[in-house]
């Protein structure tokens, strides 16, 4: 679970200031193409890096239970699908790298938070 947690702030922490900050605020970045003159947009950008971020550090610190797997499982899908729905994205911002290495991590990440739903030993 705690491998899990750090993966998703990593990534989370990187597309924040990568992606967000330096598209919106100063013009920058792979994303300044879909933000320049209407930044507004980049909102959901910035929402869910942020909520990512808070989800990554409830993960890390989260219990072995098998709640709290099914949690990463639903997280993991959440974000996994909604790469691979708005895969354009990635080519928009040409970083087709950083969507490939995202989505795969989330999909592993589903893969063995399945495994540990199934093996846990400790309910709640």
């Known amino acids: 679970m705690q491998i899990n947690g750090i993966a998703l702030i990593i990534a989370s ?3 924040f200031f990568a992606l967000d900050i330096l598209g919106i605020f100063f013009g920058k970045g792979p994303a300044r193409f879909i933000f320049e003159g209407q930044e507004f947009v980049g909102i959901g950008f910035f929402e869910a890096h942020g909520l990512a971020f808070i989800l990554g550090v409830l993960l890390f610190r989260a219990e072995p239970r ?11 899908v959440l974000l996994g699908t909604a790469n691979i ?4 994205i990635f080519i928009a911002v040409n970083s087709l790298l950083m969507g490939y290495g995202t989505t795969a991590m989330h999909w592993i990440f589903v893969f063995f938070q399945l495994l540990a739903v199934f093996y846990s030993t400790k309910e709640d």
């Not at 729905?85 to 354009?88: D, K, Y």
């Open 13 to 15: 922490t990187v597309a």
């Open 66 to 76: 098998r709640s709290w797997h099914i949690v990463a499982v639903a997280i993991h």
């Open 85 to 88: 729905l708005m895969w354009g």
